[in-house]
């Protein structure tokens, strides 16, 4: 920390003020946002916090000008929240800043035109930051972490205040979003519902901002991945992917890790190229082994990579590609069947199937074999019938193997062209 006098000190939390009454004053956004900004470590309010820590009755500067005293109730605990999170205890930082920013809400309420949204995104997000940070220091001071749990409370208050009619609606989709992030932080997506079943009675939904727009069809997008809802999955993942910034790696990445094992379920394959920009090479033999019908290969990249797949939530989604990867075996003993004797090729003996396994180094018998085929019949990934007696599946003439639902899938993609059948 650098020196400073008192005169000085007096001096900074002056400006301060004057800069908070006259941006609320003229209705300034731009400059109220950057006036509650903690997180954001500008020079200004690292020195403001500086100079709350040396001249300590700022509290007597508020309550003596009228000016400023009408914006006591945010302003007094803001200040008290700059020095503690300058001092580095982030669980005091966040009490106060959560008494500033209800009382904000207050202010907020009371104004009948939404110019200050911009300034009530930086509080909800400082929220939920401040939130994580202060439950890291609870939990390493051996405590309970709680105050991410609080944070949630305080911004379902938020959205109260924005989801109904006017001009405020819009920025309920931004609250939305840090309430994603937090109920997925905290493993707690059913609570996702009820804000959904809000924004979900929205008439024009394009009516939100684009960016809050991609960050609410990824998070959804997700929570049908885990339903095993890949239609509505593909369709939301692929709206954000298709929206989003272009130039911003780190979040295409992000939806990618999601929308692939859902192009994977419904039969489509990305290339390899796609895999090689977005560092997604996990996913590289998941798609050889589709490809090859090579089960054993499936299972030696989910084993490879299952901390990974566990934590983003898609392991089992992969895992059910088992049945497409011994549909692509069949189909291959199929085309090398045909080449042979073209007239027999659609009776394929259960024997045949359990030797290509075993060349897989993947043992198993004609039972376990029949039931899988038989599943693989129920499923509409081969359709033919079984020959109980002499052990053979008959094929069926007219297309063995159906394709999946690529016919279906969302096509419009930022990565189009970078998806084939399979």
């Given at each position: 920390m650098a020196y400073m006098s008192m005169g000085e000190a007096h001096r900074r939390i002056t400006d301060y003020l004057n800069h908070f009454s006259d941006a609320v004053y003229d209705q300034d956004a731009a400059s109220?946002?950057?006036?509650l900004s903690l997180s954001s470590n500008s020079p200004s309010q690292l020195s403001?916090?500086?100079?709350?820590?040396?001249?300590?009755?700022?509290?007597?500067l508020i309550k003596q000008s009228d000016k400023h005293s009408q914006f006591g109730e945010i302003v007094?605990?803001?200040?008290?929240?700059?020095?503690?999170y300058r001092l580095g205890n982030l669980v005091d930082a966040y009490n106060a800043y959560e008494k500033a920013a209800n009382a904000f809400i207050q202010e907020f309420r009371n104004w009948d035109s939404a110019w200050a949204l911009e300034a009530l995104y930086v509080i909800a997000y400082e929220i939920r930051v401040l939130a994580e940070r202060a439950d890291r220091e609870l939990a390493s001071g051996g405590k309970s972490p709680e105050k991410l749990k609080?944070?949630?409370s305080f911004l379902m208050k938020v959205f109260g205040v924005l989801a109904g009619k006017g001009p405020k609606r819009v920025g309920a989709l931004y609250v939305t979003c840090q309430l994603f992030k937090i109920y997925f932080k905290l493993g707690t997506v059913h609570l996702?519902?009820?804000v959904i079943r809000s924004i979900e009675t929205v008439r024009d939904f394009e009516e939100f901002p684009k960016r809050d727009k991609v960050t609410y069809m990824y998070y959804t997008g997700r929570l049908d991945v885990f339903n095993e809802n890949f239609s509505a999955a593909d369709h939301k993942l692929s709206y954000?992917?298709?929206h989003c910034n272009p130039q911003s790696e780190a979040n295409i990445r992000m939806i990618l890790k999601y929308l692939i094992p859902v192009k994977l379920s419904i039969g489509i394959l990305p290339q390899d190229c796609l895999l090689q920009k977005y560092n997604l090479v996990e996913y590289r033999n998941v798609v050889l082994a589709l490809r090859r019908g090579d089960l054993r290969l499936l299972r030696t990249a989910l084993e490879e990579h299952e901390d990974r797949f566990l934590r983003s939530g898609v392991y089992l989604v992969l895992e059910k590609l088992e049945l497409q990867v011994y549909q692509r075996l069949l189909k291959k003993i199929y085309i090398i069947q045909k080449q042979r004797d073209p007239s027999r090729a659609h009776q394929m003996k259960l024997e045949v199937i359990v030797r290509a396994?075993?060349?897989l180094k993947i043992d198993m018998d004609l039972d376990e074999v029949e039931c899988i085929v038989a599943i693989l019949i129920y499923k509409n990934l081969v359709k033919g019938y079984f020959a109980?007696?002499?052990?053979?599946?008959v094929l069926s003439k007219q297309d063995p193997f159906p394709k999946l639902n690529a016919e279906n899938a969302d096509s419009h993609s930022l990565a189009k062209g970078h998806y084939e059948a399979h």
């Open positions: 109220l946002k950057l006036i403001l916090a500086d100079a709350l820590n040396i001249f300590q009755d700022a509290n007597r007094v605990p803001l200040f008290r929240s700059l020095q503690n609080g944070a949630g996702c519902r009820s954000a992917l298709t396994l075993k060349w109980h007696k002499s052990k053979v599946v």
